[in-house]
């Protein structure tokens, strides 16, 4: 079911250069949301921007019935919402989108985050938490270096008995010095295969590894896509990807804002 709601605004908080954490009121969309989903906010009631922008749910409150999301400004409609302040009112959509399949206690997760990719997959990590899930739970964060690890203390919050963190970043300012595949890789090494699930959300560059990856080493991969959904309910066919279900299957096309964002990573094809 897909709600639309005015939601208050609780908090708006800058998180670094250009980037803010946006907390609403917005208990059915709540209620309804797993990891993997987005909203599609309404950024200004007028006519500009006209178009609403989708994020992908960074975190959700269930008892209280707030949800987050992290965005950077890159454009008039964020720079609309690093506006808002505490008492303010957005228009939501949501939850929109597919979801992440979440692991089985007798797998091991991997979850993949990417720069500000980590939204979805901090939700599905918070959530197997919030259902206390007994398999064993590996995060790796990685970006071009530490000041755009935005949500660091996010991460560092994630009880260590249960979530094994792992930092990277391209310049070693944070972390293993390298690429978040590279990381990845050392992971593996150590871990049967044949139990991992990688969950991943990041830069296309990263996810088109990862990709290849998978279909390499027939690894269970999902990845979350990040791209422009202009409407965000499949009309305007502006967010479509390359898609392959299998070697003998025909090229075709899919609509991220609706068979996505979650893929397999073995069925979609990224440049």
Known sequence: ?????????????RLGEDCYRLILKAPKIVDNSWAGNFVHIQVNPFFYPLLRRAFSIHEVDRKKGNLEVVFKV?????????????????????????????????????????GLGIVPVYFLTRDLLRKKHRGKIYFLYGA??????????????????????LYSTDDGSHGFKGYLDMLLKQVLEKEDKSRVKIYACGPEG???????????????????????????????????????????????????????????????ILD
């Open 1 to 13: 079911m897909v709600y639309q709601t005015d939601s208050p605004v609780l908090e708006n908080i």
């Open 74 to 114: 890159i454009g008039a409609g964020t720079e609309h919402l690093s506006g808002k302040k505490k008492g303010d009112t957005v228009n939501l959509l949501g939850p929109l989108g597919n979801i992440f399949s979440y692991p089985d206690n007798e797998d091991i997760s991997i979850m993949i985050a990417g």
């Open 144 to 165: 071009k270096e530490k000041e755009q690890l935005y949500c660091l203390s996010d991460v560092k919050k994630l009880p260590k008995l249960k979530v094994e963190t």
């Open 206 to 268: 990263l996810l088109a590894k990862l990709s290849h990856l998978a279909k390499e080493e027939n690894l269970f991969c999902q990845l979350s896509l990040e791209v422009g959904m202009p409407c965000g309910m499949g009309t305007c066919m502006g967010c479509v990807v390359k898609y392959k279900r299998d070697c003998s299957s025909p090229l075709t096309f899919k609509r991220v804002c609706c068979e996505g964002p979650v893929f397999k990573a073995q069925e979609v």
